[in-house]
């Protein structure tokens, strides 16, 4: 979904590296999420934003933080990545509860 | 849906057959569940949804049924096409989560020419 842009959409970096993955969206949406997909596993909820002061913790958010700058952008760091955190990662926005999330295309993340 | 590990189960069909793709629920309490497409290297496409006080949803060639005694949910594609290959993903809601999406794990589409 074009209206929702992850960047970069792959990364290569080293253990102990702090990294920033950003999504920004022009859907005018309120609600934005962080997921986690591993092979063969459904998404997973990492963190999520229900507007531009809100930040609330999914089922995975250990080793991650998140910042809603505004409405438009919601951005997903690894303080001190570590391999088991390689995945592919994806950014998501909606209306509202019980609305169809639009996700963006995910950014690969390969932690050596 | 819940987590089947590396190993997604398969689903193969001839073009032109019309496809059944199943998803178990976990929570009978889920008031909304809605269906996913993805293909490799993007992200999940959203088909159709359907919420709790409906049986069936018709789409454009996809349909799908709710059967809450049974928590089971299933996705029909009629006439598959080779572009319906893909993974296909159910999620459902419910308000003990705050209305957040919880993802089964996923079922692969095979449509043989």
């Known amino acids: 979904d074009a209206d929702v842009t992850q960047t970069p959409r792959n990364r290569i970096t080293k253990t102990g590296k702090r990294i920033m993955l950003e999504c920004s969206q022009t859907?005018?949406?309120?609600?934005m999420y962080w997921y986690r997909q591993d092979p063969g596993l459904g998404l997973r909820l990492i963190y999520y934003s229900f507007d531009v002061k809100d930040i609330n913790k999914g089922e995975i958010s250990d080793g991650y933080s998140v910042s809603r700058q505004a409405q438009a952008k919601f951005s997903l760091s690894l303080e001190s990545a570590i391999p088991n955190q390689t995945a592919l990662y994806f950014c998501a926005t909606s209306t509202g509860p019980n609305q169809p999330q639009h996700f963006g295309d995910g950014t690969r993340l390969s932690i050596l | 849906g819940e987590s089947v590990g590396l190993h997604l189960p398969t689903l193969s069909v001839q073009e032109g057959d019309n496809s059944i793709i199943n998803c178990a629920y976990s929570?009978?309490?889920?008031?909304?569940f809605i269906w996913y497409k993805q293909e490799s290297g993007k992200g999940p496409q959203f088909i159709i949804d359907?919420?709790?006080?409906?049986d069936k949803r018709q789409g454009q060639r996809v349909t799908v049924l709710l059967n809450k005694t049974v928590k089971h949910l299933s996705l029909q594609i009629a006439a598959t096409q080779p572009g319906d290959s893909a993974v296909y993903f159910c999620?459902?809601?419910?308000?003990?989560?705050?209305?957040?999406?919880?993802f089964g794990a996923g079922t692969i589409l095979r449509v043989k020419s």
């Open positions: 359907i919420r709790s006080n409906m």
């Open positions: 999620a459902e809601t419910y308000m003990e989560y705050g209305n957040k999406l919880v």
């Open positions: 929570n009978s309490a889920s008031d909304y």
């Open positions: 859907k005018g949406h309120d609600r």
